[in-house]
């Protein structure tokens, strides 16, 4: 059994202190880092037991809040019709450059992180997916994993809602999992159709999954809520960053002068 710790921590970025949540395994030693994007809702109970299991698995999860600068620092917004209107509202009312350079604030304090051994993947769900593939097209980000990412297929990310994404897909590096619900009315089968497209024609290292699932199938409150599918996807997720990040667990460097014995 692995002990998690969290904690949060507020970083600067051009538009203000961004509440950023940690989770990690309490045990000494060095963990692959991982930038973990929240849906609309921010930080909510279903994102932090996904950031808790990944924590569990042997990483430093670093989760921030999407729209620090129109909500409260720990503002989460309800999982109802209110909620939904104001996190969709603040999606296309941030600027699409505070959103990256809010990935680049994370990524740059995970890569400094005492536990963490400099080895950094992405993953998002919904609006998250999207910045997580956002976020993985800075090179220090060696896998990302996006849950239905919303609005990439039409341009829809940001102020202006012309956001480009997938114009700049060939700037990824790293390695992607990218896993969609077929029953989710948000990315229809021509979206699917068109975001596979872009990603092969940029020549992208990408897995492909379609799942019988709605939208936020993942997340483990409601009635959409599929079990099953969000134990392989999560579990398809930990596969990947133990492969390309490698596994954790590893002792740090001691410190002072050291002197090789033969």
């Not at 990256?100 to 769900?125: E, F, K, M, S």
């Not at 969000?230 to 390309?244: E, I, M, N, P």
């Amino acid at each position: 059994m692995t002990i998690i710790d969290n904690e949060f921590t507020d970083l600067a970025t051009p538009t203000g202190p961004m509440r950023t949540h940690l989770f990690r395994p309490a045990a000494p030693g060095k963990y692959p880092g991982i930038l973990l994007y929240s849906e609309i809702f921010q930080v909510t109970g279903p994102i932090r037991r996904t950031a808790a299991f990944l924590a569990g698995h042997g990483f430093v999860v670093a989760v921030p809040e999407i729209y620090h600068e129109f909500e409260p620092a720990g503002k989460v917004l309800a999982y109802d019709q209110p909620g939904a209107t104001r996190g969709n509202e603040l999606k296309t009312t941030k600027e699409l450059a505070a959103y990256d350079a809010d990935a680049r604030a994370v990524l740059a304090h995970l890569a400094q992180h005492p536990q963490c051994t400099g080895q950094l993947g992405t993953i998002g769900i919904c609006i998250g997916g999207h910045l997580a593939f956002r976020a993985a097209m800075n090179p220090s980000v060696l896998a990302g994993v996006c849950f239905y990412a919303t609005d990439l297929h039409k341009h829809g990310l940001g102020k202006g809602m012309k956001d480009d994404s997938l114009a700049r897909a060939s700037e990824i590096q790293g390695e992607l999992l990218m896993i969609w619900g077929r029953q989710d009315p948000h990315i229809p089968l021509e979206g699917r159709v068109k975001v596979h497209a872009a990603l092969g024609a940029a020549g992208l290292n990408f897995t492909w999954h379609e799942f019988n699932g709605a939208h936020a199938f993942l997340r483990d409150e409601g009635t959409r809520y599929d079990p099953e599918l969000a134990s392989l996807g999560l579990g398809l997720a930990v596969s990947l960053f133990r492969r390309k990040l490698g596994e954790g667990d590893l002792r740090a460097a001691p410190s002072g002068p050291t002197e090789t014995k033969h």
